[in-house]
């Protein structure tokens, strides 16, 4: 299954995504990780990223597609994919349409996780994150669960750099809701709920 989680910052996609991959097996695809990882080695991707991500805007279109292609094509995406923030605005949706057609594949949903607001700048300046494995956590876990890692603030959960993000999610995300009703793949969870209520209704509304 191919799978495009949609929502705000701090909706809960990676969650969700956790979860998935851990039941499921699926291939978890989070360009956030990915930029991050990059940023962490030391590329010269990585740096080309770091200040459009501290400041909370999004990274120029050509930084994200490669990564997301080179991925796709791995073995571990054959067998399903979950895309957790990607694509992010209309001009990468349409890149993601036509690659997966070169490759004769399709998405099968397009999952928003729809937060309000003021629940978000809650949770984000809350949140803890797996320097390794990129883990998300609240605040008051300090040792990764799953590798041990350490964890940390990541410097775009600040609040004034957290107001930014909603703000371009709203200009340049949302538009992918109208995008993916029109492709008949939109499916809705309301996601300020429990972790586990919320991904109950995600694998019905799946189908899985
Ligand atoms: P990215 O890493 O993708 O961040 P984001 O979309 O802002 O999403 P988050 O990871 O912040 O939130 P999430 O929805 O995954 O929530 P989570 O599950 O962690 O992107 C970062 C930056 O990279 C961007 O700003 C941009 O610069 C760049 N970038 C990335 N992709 C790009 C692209 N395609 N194009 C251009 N630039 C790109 O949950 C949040 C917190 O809430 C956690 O603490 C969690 O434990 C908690 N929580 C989750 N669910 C619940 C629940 N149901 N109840 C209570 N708490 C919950
Ligand atoms: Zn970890």
């Given at each position: 299954m191919n799978i495009v989680l949609l929502g705000a910052?701090?909706?809960g996609k990676g969650t969700q995504a956790q979860k998935l991959v851990a039941e499921f097996g699926f291939a978890h695809i989070s360009t956030g990780d990915l930029l991050r990882a990059a940023i962490k080695d030391g590329s010269k991707l990585g740096a080309r990223a770091k200040g459009y991500m501290d400041s909370g805007k999004l990274v120029p279109d050509a930084l994200v597609i490669d990564l997301v292609k080179e991925r796709l094509a791995?073995?571990?995406?054959?067998e399903g994919f979950i895309l957790d923030g990607?694509?992010?605005?209309t001009s990468q949706a349409v890149v993601l349409d036509s690659e997966l057609a070169d490759m004769g594949r399709t998405l099968d949903a397009a999952l928003l996780v729809d937060v309000e607001p003021d629940v978000i700048i809650e949770r984000l300046s809350s949140r803890r994150t797996c320097r390794d494995c990129g883990y998300t956590a609240p605040a008051?876990?300090?040792?990764?669960?799953?590798?041990?890692g350490q964890m940390y603030q990541r410097d775009d959960d600040k609040p004034e750099t957290i107001q930014q993000r909603l703000d371009v999610y709203q200009t340049q995300t949302a538009p992918l809701v109208e995008y993916y009703k029109g492709h008949s793949i939109l499916k809705e969870v309301k996601?300020?709920?429990?972790v586990d209520e919320v991904y109950a209704d995600v694998k019905a509304l799946l189908g899985l």
């Open positions: 910052p701090g909706a791995a073995d571990d995406a054959q990607f694509p992010r605005n008051g876990v300090d040792v990764c669960p799953r590798c041990s996601g300020d709920r429990p």
